[in-house]
């Protein structure tokens, strides 16, 4: 391995392995995946800090890395355009540039690391040993040579890299988040507040809503035109061949479904079952003092839980007799839920609790009947279309229309006009595949064959693009009528609310207007059903005693804070979020530090970055 002479002493530990795992991580993934091995060109650095140059391939390295690494995440490849677009390019040199500051800096100091402590890095690294189970020079050799780098290399960046650890860690370290700060947080955190909630609906009106005019209707209508106007959309003609368009008219015959029913005889002939949970002792003996416990008014959670086990450790599921072995008998004996036991099972004696029974089932061959042939035909139906494609792709080819395809091929014309973002799509549009089609159809295109999920075929044709357009009120007139007499309900109940408030501060009860919500000790962020996410900041800024009306979509209510629990200073579950907290604070307190460190470093020393070789770079990847 190459040498340095500098024989400075480390403290090892956690921190050593997570840079040398850093390292390997670059050397395993950073050059594979893209088709990068090396850079090749004139070029050896895109730019230097201080004295120190940021190298072409560790460029290449950390930014395939990264594209790795994003890749992974996203589950397919990422083009350099895309990585680029999402600034992926910039944060990977960012990080190179403080990196590379930091090594001016100890270059600049004089810090280093010695070849021991490299050379223990390096032999004790899990990607460097071999079949034996220790360092082996061969695997060490291949490893690097798939990476292209040589030992020096390696071992440079590897000394840079943990003389680097021992620097940001003198600078980051030894930070203690203060108490006044660790206590603000656990204060705010940790407060509980317990309210009451009086929920108004269109019941609590003195009467309903009436019934706009059409005068009014027609004036909402158009007042808010853009809430009933119709989306751009693809006019589309398509014409398709569905399995269950022709299903129906696919022969079957008895035999074949007696067959199928007999092979499938499992699905509709069930023997009763039993719900049940196996609870395993390692001994006869504590088995059936565990039982004993049970009897003497101990509950089976509790036993469970003593166990270190969770109910859903033990459970078994829905099981047979069968297959419950030889404490078959003893739990299909119950005839309701209780505990038997203690009885033999596979990993010992056990106690089984049976939670329900479920009775056998029988269905007979003339009910699943409809079933097997709709099933049957279907398959025949895809088979038919699966033999017809070539004949609709050969059609489509010498220049065959859709109205030909339904002519003769039996294929059902239609068209749509097509909403890429539709909420709901409905018809042929529920398809995935249509949809990728239609978004993909410009117009003057070819109709091409699209194979579906289910085995049809469709082809289609973009007729015209239909710019946003307004729906005509009579078409939309009950979507109007909904829409104006949810905003007419809202503020009468809001009305209503201000008039309940009014009554409940001139000393009436806020329960005499109708049943409350009651909510106690609720955390900032709890959860209340059906309720805006405005509510428990609005609560949370409420005095003891205040009534607000809180209003949503779809929800009035009128809410009044019944008390607020401070943070419980004491108690192991205090002293435990105290200490997360603190932890977090001295967390972003040492990376505060170490950025603006690293930032003052990196301006004293001077970037110079050459673009054209990052160009260059990036050109590679492409």
């Known amino acids: 391995m190459a040498k340095d002479t500098d ?43 201080g004295h120190r140059d940021i190298t072409v391939n560790r460029y290449v390295r950390a930014l395939q890395a990264e594209l790795n690494a994003f890749s992974a995440q996203t589950g397919q490849p990422v083009p350099m355009s895309q990585a680029v677009a999402l600034g992926l390019d910039r944060q990977v040199l960012q990080s190179l540039i403080a990196q590379t500051a930091m090594d001016n800096e100890a270059d600049r100091i004089g810090l280093s690391v010695g070849d021991e402590t490299v050379a223990t890095e390096v032999t004790r690294a899990p990607a460097f040993q071999g079949t034996a189970g220790s360092f082996d020079r061969e695997t060490y050799r291949f490893a690097l040579d798939r990476a292209n ?68 209707l027609e004036a909402y209508y158009t007042d808010n035109i853009a809430r ?99 404490a078959g008998d003893a739990v299909f004996a119950l005839t309701g839920p209780g505990v038997v036991g ?26 699943a009947r409809p079933d097997l042939a709709m099933e049957i035909q279907g398959d025949a139906a895809r088979r038919v279309i699966a033999d017809q494609v070539e004949t609709i792709d050969d059609a489509l080819a010498g220049g065959a229309t859709l109205e030909d395809l339904a002519r003769d091929q039996g294929m059902t014309l239609g068209s749509i006009d097509f909403v890429a973002d539709a909420p709901a799509p409905e018809g042929i549009a529920a398809y995935p595949k249509f949809r990728q089609a239609a978004m993909a159809a410009r117009e003057g295109d070819f109709p091409e064959a699209v194979l579906l999920d289910d085995g049809g075929v469709v082809a289609l044709r973009l007729e015209e693009i239909v710019p946003p357009t307004p729906i005509p009120f009579e078409t939309a ?126 301006s004293e020393a001077g970037i110079s970055l050459d673009q054209t070789a990052i160009n260059a770079v990036h050109a590679q990847f492409n």
């Not at 290399?153 to 650890?165: G, I, K, M, P, S």
């Not at 988040?177 to 929920?199: H, K, N, Q």
């Not at 010992?348 to 056998?360: W, Y």
């Open 149 to 216: 780098m040589t030992e020096a290399e390696f071992e440079a960046d590897l000394r840079a890299d943990l003389a680097r650890q021992l620097f940001t860690g003198a600078i980051s370290g030894g930070f203690v988040a203060p108490a006044a700060v660790t206590d603000a947080f656990y204060a705010y955190i940790a407060e509980r507040r317990g309210f009451s909630m009086l929920r108004l609906t269109a019941a609590d009106l003195a009467a309903p809503v009436a019934d706009p005019t059409d005068e009014v």
């Open 228 to 326: 009933f106007t119709a989306p751009e959309a693809k006019r589309i003609t398509y014409a398709s061949l569905l399995p269950e368009a022709i299903a129906a008219d696919q022969p079957v015959d008895d035999a074949t479904l007696r067959a199928l029913y007999q092979d499938r005889i499992g699905d509709f002939v069930q023997p009763e079952k039993r719900l049940v949970e196996r609870l395993v002792y390692p001994s006869q003996e504590e088995a059936e003092a565990a039982k004993a416990r049970l009897d003497a008014g101990e509950t089976f959670e509790a036993l469970v839980a003593e166990r270190g086990l969770t109910l859903d450790d033990i459970d078994l599921g829905d099981v047979s007799k069968a297959d419950l072995g030889p």
């Open 477 to 602: 007139r009950a979507d109007v009528l909904a829409a104006w007499r949810a905003e007419a309900t809202a503020r009468a109940l809001s009305d209503r609310a201000v008039e309940i408030k009014a009554a409940v501060e001139g000393g009436e009860a806020l329960g005499a207007f109708g049943i409350l919500d009651r909510t106690a000790r609720i955390s900032r962020d709890g959860f209340v059903e059906n309720t805006p996410a405005t509510l428990l900041p609005a609560v949370f800024q409420m005095q003891p005693g205040e009534l607000r009306v809180i209003e949503g979509p779809g929800f009035t209510a009128l809410v009044r804070l019944d008390e607020v629990n401070a943070a419980d200073p004491e108690g192991d579950d205090a002293t435990a979020l105290k200490g997360a907290i603190a932890a977090r604070v001295q967390q972003a307190i040492s990376q505060d530090a170490l950025t603006l460190y690293s930032n003052a470093l990196t």
């Open 342 to 367: 203690p009885l033999e099972s596979d990993f010992g004696p056990a106690l089984f609790r049976m939670n329900a029974v479920l009775a056998a089932q029988e269905i007979s061959f003339e009910d």
């Open 7 to 49: 024989d400075t002493a480390r403290k090892k530990g956690k921190g050593s392995q997570i840079v040398i795992f850093g390292l390997l991580a670059m050397l395993v993934l950073g050059l594979g995946g893209f088709g990068i091995t090396n850079f090749s060109g004139g070029m050896t650095a895109i730019g230097t800090v």
